[in-house]
């Protein structure tokens, strides 16, 4: 689970805006919250970019809401007080940066919402890996340590599954999962009935790992 602090925040600020202001942005402090009415926002009289970690969120969604509220710093900084927030000259650094990235962030867009479909960080969850099968059978173990990672992707490297999720999921049903006995790499894993689907509906996705990287390191 990716840990957020200014410093971080202020290295993606600089790959940002050279990547996608040509380094024109004036550097801005930031404020880590625990905001749960929204993603992020910036500050324009302390120039300051407030981030929310009240959810458990990927980098490529940090990096999102990180780029929306520079095209906020943007606007500022060009036109000042004397346009809207989402007018015209946001939407249009948002939609040139959008062209431009391909979908690599995602979409900038101008309501960030969704927040329904983030887990609350802190919240009563749980750590889980689940992989697949030669058959496309879905398999799930919980996510101890790293040692206990690299376990798994050998045994699911044998098993010739085609991907491994790395996730966090308040799903109660998965939290009931009896697990096997340790096997000869001293993992415990369990098949289960669940669709992939079904499980990553109420679960935030920290990675996935093709198995043909896997088999590099395996």
Request: aromatic share 14%; hydrophobic share 35%; proline share 0%.
């Amino acid at each position: 689970m990716i840990k957020i602090t200014k410093e971080l925040l202020s290295e993606w600020f600089d790959k940002v805006n050279k990547e996608f202001f040509n380094n024109e942005l004036r550097k801005t402090d930031f404020v880590i919250s625990h905001n749960k009415g929204r993603f992020g926002q910036f500050r324009p009289r302390t120039w300051t970019i407030e981030i929310s970690t009240y959810w458990i969120r990927t980098e490529r969604d940090y990096m999102n809401t990180l780029i929306h509220e520079c095209c906020h710093c943007y606007v500022r900084q060009k036109y000042g007080y004397r346009v809207q927030s989402h007018g015209y000259e946001w939407k249009d650094i948002a939609d040139r940066i959008n062209r431009q990235m391909c979908g690599k962030y995602g979409t900038i867009q101008r309501c960030g919402g969704g927040q329904d479909k983030y887990v609350v960080r802190n919240a009563n969850v749980e750590k889980f890996i689940v992989f697949t099968d030669y058959h496309g059978n879905i398999a799930i173990a919980k996510y101890r340590d790293d040692t206990y990672v690299a376990r798994l992707k050998k045994m699911g490297c044998v098993m010739g599954g085609t991907k491994m999720y790395y996730l966090v999921s308040d799903n109660g049903e998965l939290a009931k999962v009896k697990f096997r006995k340790a096997n000869a790499l001293s993992v415990r894993w369990q098949y289960i009935d669940f669709s992939l689907d079904e499980i990553l509906d109420k679960s935030s996705i920290i990675k996935v790992e093709m198995y043909e990287d896997l088999k590099k390191v395996a």
